[in-house]
């Protein structure tokens, strides 16, 4: 924890090279104060008409929520108009949104899950935001689809915010994961926890059980290594699943730990989204020493080739990922 009291717009722009020309920097200030705005309204579910749904089906054919409405809302309407970007895609939306004639475009290109752990909103329970930020490829055009499908290792900048017991945005641009805490009295975003690194030993792993059965033998064969019951070289872990990404990657970033959302056999690809969840989380994995993988490699190297493509996903402690990744590969060989 740091002692020093340093807000997220004094941080951000302390780090910011000096040829900087302030775009990306204004699009991190546009981001954390959309971060300000959906967490005060999740603050207040309980106690206005916000919860329940919608009724709207989204393009990943699940209901939502009016609080994913209202986030997705409000993170295009505070970035669609400043002529910091060029495109963006959010998991709400079946097409990528392009930046209105009207305005003028900037060079950087938004992905992002406005709301994310969609299931947990009635029930009280933390849920989050995903981004990531990219260059866009071509000066010349006005975001194209192109632009948007970049392999994760592209990323210039990622970040989530949780809203939990307290809001914590958690940002990376390539120089170390840094948390600022939201004090709700002043309103500001509060440097809380300066270069984050994954702790080791890791303390928690994190799946779903009740899916078990769908998995393939190497992907419970290292369940059960996870659990201790291969009688082998396994760190002791306690389990922990909220259900919503963004929290549980949050407690195994502070804790160590493993976050598996696995391929199924009917479903090879799993649930977890490439270009809103798994690659923003991957970058930031990555800045804090850990790794993130499809199973079969590195989650920073897949290219996507459609805007809602689904990836299976182990993130965490490096040493555990990397344990994923050879239980699954002695798998696909027969071993
Ligand atoms: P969402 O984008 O509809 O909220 O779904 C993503 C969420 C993740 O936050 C979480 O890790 C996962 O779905 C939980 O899924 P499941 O209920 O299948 O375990
Ligand atoms: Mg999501």
């Known amino acids: 924890m740091s002692s020093k009291v340093e807000t997220i717009e004094r941080f951000i722009l302390?780090?910011?090279?000096?040829?900087?020309?302030?775009?990306?920097?204004?699009?991190?200030?546009?981001?954390?104060?959309?971060?300000?705005?959906?967490?005060?309204?999740?603050?207040?579910?309980?106690?206005?008409?916000i919860l329940g749904?919608?009724?709207?089906?989204?393009?990943?054919?699940?209901?939502?929520?009016?609080?994913?409405v209202y986030a997705d809302d409000v993170i295009f309407r505070m970035c669609?108009?400043?002529?910091?970007?060029?495109?963006?895609?959010?998991?709400?939306?079946?097409?990528?949104?392009?930046?209105?004639?009207?305005?003028k475009k900037g060079s950087y290109i938004l992905?992002?899950?406005?709301?994310?752990?969609?299931?947990?909103?009635?029930?009280n329970v933390s849920i989050g935001t995903v981004f990531g930020i990219y260059r866009c490829r071509d000066w010349e055009h006005?975001?194209?689809?192109?632009?948007?499908?970049?392999?994760?290792?592209?990323?210039?900048?990622?970040?989530y915010v949780l809203y939990g017991?307290?809001?914590?945005?958690?940002?990376?641009?390539?120089?170390?994961?840094?948390?600022?805490?939201?004090?709700?009295?002043?309103?500001?975003?509060?440097?809380?926890?300066?270069?984050?690194?994954?702790?080791?030993?890791?303390t928690y792993y994190s799946v779903n059980h009740a899916y078990f059965e769908r998995w393939a033998p190497e992907t419970q064969e290292f369940?059960?290594?996870?659990?201790?019951?291969?009688g082998d070289d396994a760190p002791k872990l306690s389990s922990r699943y909220i259900g919503s990404l963004v929290a549980d990657f949050h407690r195994n970033l502070l804790r160590g730990g493993i976050f598996c959302y696995p391929g199924e056999l009917d479903k090879p690809n799993g649930k977890i989204r490439l270009l809103y969840e798994a690659g923003p989380l991957a970058f930031l994995a990555e800045q804090a020493g850990g790794y993130a993988s499809t199973g079969t490699g590195s989650i920073l190297d897949v290219e996507p080739t459609e805007l809602h493509q689904r990836t299976p996903f182990f993130v965490g402690n490096r040493?555990?990922?990397?344990?994923?990744?050879?239980?699954?590969?002695?798998?696909?060989q027969g071993g």
């Open 14 to 49: 302390d780090s910011q090279p000096d040829y900087a020309r302030g775009e990306f920097t204004n699009l991190l200030y546009d981001i954390a104060l959309a971060a300000k705005i959906i967490s005060h309204k999740t603050n207040r579910a309980g106690l206005t008409d």
């Open 53 to 68: 749904e919608v009724g709207a089906v989204n393009v990943q054919g699940e209901n939502q929520q009016k609080l994913d």
């Open 80 to 103: 669609d108009h400043t002529g910091r970007l060029c495109a963006m895609a959010s998991e709400e939306k079946e097409e990528m949104i392009a930046i209105p004639e009207q305005f």
């Open 111 to 123: 992905v992002y899950d406005p709301l994310d752990g969609s299931s947990n909103i009635d029930v």
């Open 142 to 159: 006005r975001g194209r689809l192109e632009d948007i499908l970049q392999a994760p290792r592209r990323l210039v900048g990622a970040g």
């Open 165 to 202: 017991a307290s809001t914590i945005l958690v940002y990376s641009t390539g120089n170390g994961v840094h948390g600022f805490t939201l004090n709700p009295e002043l309103g500001e975003f509060l440097l809380s926890h300066e270069y984050m690194r994954f702790p080791e030993p890791p």
């Open 223 to 230: 369940l059960r290594w996870l659990q201790g019951r291969r």
């Open 319 to 332: 040493s555990l990922v990397y344990k994923a990744e050879s239980f699954i590969q002695a798998g696909k």
